[in-house]
């Protein structure tokens, strides 16, 4: 008979801890925390894999949450130090602070975007990667979310989101804007898909 590894359990557990804590977030705002559980790692690693690592310039992470996409991200290959989370949960910016210590972890609100990040990203960004609940959210503050992600990112650079819903978060009518959609991701709970949008 084969028992799992001590690195394994330890594992699962982290990830049943995280769950709890937000399931907690969730009750207590369910509008700011957006989803009842963190994303699965089928969803992480989908949302990940549009990140070339061997690009230049910071990787901004907008509600990284307990960090399963952040996970994804360095498992990837970015360096944890390119990494700029950006969380409006104090308990998961600490969290996090804990787990990427090498990472610019800025405690604030994303829809907020070119005041909180103004001053800290210099470089144009290689990638902005979002776990945000859009839906959640007016037409016009998704818009605007999306024209601030638009400044900070490098030309072609990918703005990467997902959903439960059927539609996209953002139109698809840009000009200058192209998006892409993912398969469904029917392993993540409830089903997502990822939508990737980059300027021309």
């Known amino acids: 008979m084969s028992f799992p590894s001590v690195a394994r359990v330890e594992k699962k557990s982290l990830r049943l801890d995280d769950e709890m804590r937000f399931i907690r977030s969730w009750f207590e705002k369910p509008l700011a925390t957006g989803a009842v559980m963190p994303s699965g790692r089928a969803l992480a690693r989908t949302m990940a894999n549009y990140v070339d690592p061997n690009s230049t310039g910071p990787?901004?992470?907008?509600?990284?949450?307990?960090?399963?996409?952040?996970?994804?991200?360095?498992?990837?290959?970015?360096?944890?130090?390119r990494l700029v989370l950006v969380e409006f949960n104090p308990?998961?910016?600490?969290?996090?602070?804990?787990?990427?210590?090498?990472?610019?972890?800025?405690?604030?609100?994303?829809?907020?975007?070119?005041?909180?990040?103004?001053p800290l990203v210099r470089d144009p960004a290689a990638a902005m990667v979002s776990g945000l609940p859009l839906m959640t959210k007016p037409m016009r503050t998704r818009l605007r979310l999306f024209a601030d992600a638009m400044h900070f990112l490098a030309k072609s650079a990918p703005f990467i989101q997902?959903?439960?819903?059927?539609?996209?978060?953002?139109?698809?009518?840009?000009?200058?804007?192209?998006?892409?959609?993912?398969?469904?991701?029917?392993?993540?709970?409830?089903?997502?898909?990822?939508?990737?949008?980059?300027?021309?």
């Open 91 to 118: 308990t998961f910016c600490a969290l996090l602070r804990t787990r990427y210590p090498e990472a610019t972890i800025v405690q604030g609100d994303a829809y907020r975007l070119r005041s909180l990040l103004g």
């Open 162 to 200: 997902f959903t439960y819903a059927v539609v996209p978060p953002i139109p698809r009518a840009f000009d200058a804007v192209s998006a892409e959609g993912s398969d469904v991701i029917w392993l993540n709970l409830p089903p997502a898909r990822v939508w990737v949008y980059r300027g021309h």
């Open 59 to 81: 990787v901004i992470e907008l509600g990284p949450g307990t960090g399963p996409v952040t996970e994804a991200l360095v498992t990837r290959g970015v360096d944890p130090a």
